[in-house]
């Protein structure tokens, strides 16, 4: 089997990720590196007991001995690398883990990659060749939209906040690995992803928790700022097709024309709630919404061109929005019930 290291295998992405991945390419030996920090949780690789093809590694992508380890042990042919610190709030408060996570583990990565891969620059080595490093981003890096036009893949740079700014670093650290040394490296830009196993710091697990819990949603501002919005799974396999047939060097911006503000979110999940679990009295769970102050440095509308990706790739998102908010909703409902024993 050829071994391909995928980074973050625990956290919400990649754990949809990794058991997609598994069982759709059974070549495939998936070792999965993460961490476990607070954002990554075994208990969503549940689906990967017992899989012969897949390697679960708690550790660090900056320990570069172990990457090296690792490299060495599995002979590993190909990276697909989503471990990041993402989360806007934690790196206003404390932005060095996202410098040193996001900068330099992904340079630690790319480094024994090109060690491994490359003889020299622009020389593979032999049996090398088709040996690709993915490098998974995010639409923030762009900075902020009006109420108009969309980003591409040409948009310059202008990230606002320590998350962003870390992620643009890394994105330009994997860019000057296939420029400098000609390794075969594709990045990957995407719009706010929702699904299941989503932290629930993140917006739509903290509405549906604050729903259940009868405790007042927490909104920024005045709610109108406005994101493009993709289900998880679609992003799986987007980033399936570039890894296998993307052309090396480029970047593909991956978003599904969901754009939304943060009270149309509040509120279609609310309804959904409404529906699945109506609270007593007549009452409507949208009426717990309190607006809160503004995130400093909040970005005021995020939407994505994925007319590259469409077209050279002939990737198209399989849900709506309105189809993919109600199985996340559900997927959310089973996972409160099975912990609410253990919560008494």
């Not at 060690?115 to 620059?121: F, I, T």
């Not at 005045?222 to 047939?245: E, F, M, P, Q, T």
């Not at 009270?263 to 769970?285: H, T």
Request: net charge negative; hydrophobic share 35%.
């Amino acid at each position: 089997m050829t071994a391909v290291l995928v980074t973050g295998g625990a956290g919400f992405i990649g754990s949809n990720f990794v058991p997609y991945f598994c069982e759709k390419y059974a070549e495939y030996h998936i070792i999965n590196l993460d961490k476990l920090t607070y954002a990554g949780d075994l208990r969503n690789l549940a689906e990967c007991e017992g899989l012969s093809n897949h390697t679960f590694v708690q550790g660090d992508i900056c320990d570069e001995p172990l990457v090296e380890e690792l490299f060495c042990r599995y002979d590993i042919r190909g990276v697909i690398h989503f471990a990041a610190e993402s989360h806007v709030d934690n790196s206003i408060k404390g932005p060095r883990a996202f410098m040193e996570t996001n900068c330099m583990g992904t340079f630690t990565l790319l480094e024994t990659a090109r060690r491994h891969w490359m003889e020299a620059p622009g020389k593979a080595r032999a049996g090398y060749e088709k040996c690709r490093f993915h490098h998974i981003s995010t639409d923030e890096v762009y900075g902020s939209l009006g109420e108009t036009g969309f980003f591409a893949e040409t948009t310059p740079y202008a990230p606002n906040s320590p998350y962003s700014a870390s992620k643009a670093g890394s994105d330009f650290i994997a860019r000057a690995y296939h420029h400098t040394y000609g390794m075969d490296v594709t990045t990957s830009n995407c719009s706010n992803n929702y699904g299941p196993k989503q932290h629930h710091e993140k917006f739509i697990p903290v509405i549906i928790g604050k729903c259940l819990a009868g405790q007042p949603i927490p909104v920024y501002g005045n709610g109108s700022n406005i994101r493009d919005w993709l289900y998880v799974l679609d992003h799986c396999k987007a980033i399936d097709l570039i890894y296998h047939k993307g052309r090396p060097g480029e970047t593909y911006n991956i978003g599904g024309h969901n754009e939304r503000d943060n009270i149309q979110i509040l509120k279609r999940v609310c309804a959904i709630l409404d529906e699945r679990r109506p609270r007593g009295g007549g009452r409507k769970y949208a009426e717990l919404m309190r607006f809160v102050a503004d995130r400093p440095g909040h970005d005021k509308r995020y939407a994505i061109d994925p007319t590259k990706i469409m077209t050279e790739l002939g990737w198209q998102p399989d849900e709506t929005f309105d189809s993919g908010i109600v199985k996340t909703v559900d997927w959310y409902l089973q996972k409160f019930e099975r912990e609410a024993p253990a919560r008494q």
